[in-house]
């Protein structure tokens, strides 16, 4: 196999710190946050704040659950982020003539239609060449993207596995006169998402003028009803059908008992080996489109997954399969110059996991708020952070650092006050001690959850693992700013220099 190319061209290991906050928490008019004013006037929040690195998580369309983690594509990009705005400064939205009063998703949808007609009645020569290359460069998913979601739209948004028979298996002469029934449908998905790309790399241009990087999130694996799966099921454990033997998840750990039963399609790495792991090449072809630094969600998943029965309903009796995720890594080295990943690596994590990881100089991740059980020995509390480290106060997952403050069962509180020789006069004071100690760190990047930045308690949370509904939902508001915690946020990224 080609020696890959493990250089310095991964993750800029500079010493910084950073704000977690996915767009959709953005403040704003409409439903919920998008690439619009305030995407920039965050941005700006940033640079004069003094942070390098805006993370976020997986930006890809939802289903309605709105859960980031399980998207109907790997590819595209979610519309529900697309800037009103932005269409309305273009000519192509007259938004007072959207006769729906409530700011929904329902409100969204027929602006981007209205917008979508608009311009392609419109189209001028500039737009046309834009749109044309747009599609050239996104050849190898959007066509497939655009016409899963147009008969998702015609089967009444049922899972592509409940659709005909012949649709379920893309039987060619089906497909075909889809495309031409379906074609002004599959038009608007195509406008949409050439609009959201555009959004983001105006974004992104903007976050590099102002020295923020980009840092995305990636879920290991992609979602049963997703174009995915439904264009080329080969690469995935799923018979023609959507049918399977097995499906993915994690064994029992601190967020769940019975484990978490996430569903997705296990990968058919035979297959994905065989041809050099070209759906992984695109994966990340794309990926690196939109983001300077990529987190792999559950890098645990690349050394072995857990496979656990369809016919379960816990996570408990899967079992461990070793993947050839070394080789699909080198492969990925092989065929790009830059590759900045980081590996989520928390849980339990074994030995091949920590050598796969170590092999190509990944950096992991360590979380405050999993260190103070009381056990010295742990590898989240500060001392036994390294460089090579990213470390979080808490992610998405986590509450928020003051709402764990208040609910002491979760942590060892004498630990606490012991290891941090700071006993605070109040629950905010010892929320910013776990920020300093968090900033403090030798880790070359620190990130804070803007909820933390904003000093807010359990109702900010924005993730509860293993529950359904009531999440994905948090949205912050500028009057939330504190100058006071921000004034100390500051004093700490001086003397850390972060």
Known sequence: MTKPKISNQGVNKKRRAGILLHPTSLPGRYDNGDMGHEAYRFIEFLNQQGYKVWQMLPLGPTHDDKSPYQCLSSHAGNASLISLDWLIDCGWLDIESVNISEKNDVFRKECLLQAGKTFYKKLDAYWTKELEKFKHTHDYWLEDYAVFVALKQRNNNLPWYQWTLDERRREKVTIEQAKKDLNTKIEQVIFEQFVFFRQWHEIRNYAKKHGIDIFGDMPIFVARDSADVWADKKNFLIDMDGDMEYISGVPPDAFSETGQRWGNPLYNWNYMQSNQFHWWKNRF????????????????????????????????????????????????????????????????????????????NLPGMKVLQ?????????????????????????????????????????????????????????????????????????????????????MLGAESRMNTPGTIGGNWQWRFDWSQVKPDVNQMISKYMTLYQR
């Open 285 to 360: 072809k794309t990926q690196l489109e939109l983001f300077d630094m990529i987190r792999v969600d559950h890098f645990r998943g690349l050394q072995a997954s857990w496979y656990i029965p369809q016919t379960d309903e816990t996570a408990i009796n899967g079992k461990w399969v070793e993947v050839p995720g070394e080789e699909m890594i080198e492969a990925l080295y092989t065929e790009f110059d830059y590759l900045p990943l980081v590996a989520e690596d928390l849980g339990v994590i074994t030995d091949e996991v920590i050598t796969l990881k170590n092999k190509f």
């Open 370 to 454: 999993f260190a103070f059980d009381g056990n010295n020995q742990n590898p989240h509390l500060p001392h036994a952070h390294e460089i090579n480290d990213v470390v979080y106060t808490g992610t998405h997952d986590n509450q928020t650092t003051l709402g764990w403050i208040k609910d002491t069962s979760v942590y060892n509180q004498t630990f606490l006050s012991d290891y941090s020789d700071y006993h605070a006069e109040s629950e905010e004071q010892a929320a910013l001690n776990i920020i300093r100690m968090t900033l403090a760190s030798v880790s070359f990047l620190s990130i804070l959850p803007m909820q933390d930045v904003l």
